[in-house]
């Protein structure tokens, strides 16, 4: 399926809809087979011992799976997750982490992505793996 947007389209969409969390985010590359965005870990990503929190990791996954279906969809910006699972696999390294998202199902309703998450440099060994559902509305409310 063809990109509907690419990386500015989808910069433009996170600022100017979750400005919140726009700043903890950076795409590093979109392309039909898969989006991959990094979550630079500061202060207030951590967790005690200095681990990326799973909560953060949940975020980074998250917003992953959402800007892969918008890459391919256009900017809709109520479809929600539905479902997510993770597994914590390994303790990240400290700093930047990355999170590559492929895009398995998109229905009419519904979306399927898998993802995985590393840290920067570490690609062959993975700290989470994620699978996500999203709920995609129907097209009069785009």
Known sequence: M??????PELKEFLKQEFTQVADDFEFVSVAPEAVIMALSASEKHLRPG???????????????????ILSRLGPVALAVTTNCSI?????????????R???????????VCEGRIFSEGLEDKPVARASLTYS???????
Do not use: N
């Open 136 to 142: 995609i509305p129907p097209k009069e409310m785009w």
């Open 50 to 68: 200095g681990t990326v929190s799973g909560p953060s990791m949940f975020g980074l996954a998250d917003v992953c799976a959402y800007f892969c």
């Open 87 to 99: 597994d914590f696999m390994r303790r990240p390294a400290p700093g930047r982490i990355l999170c």
């Open 2 to 7: 063809d990109l509907k947007m690419g990386i």
């Open 101 to 111: 998202m492929e895009l398995l199902k998109l229905g009419r309703a519904l979306a």
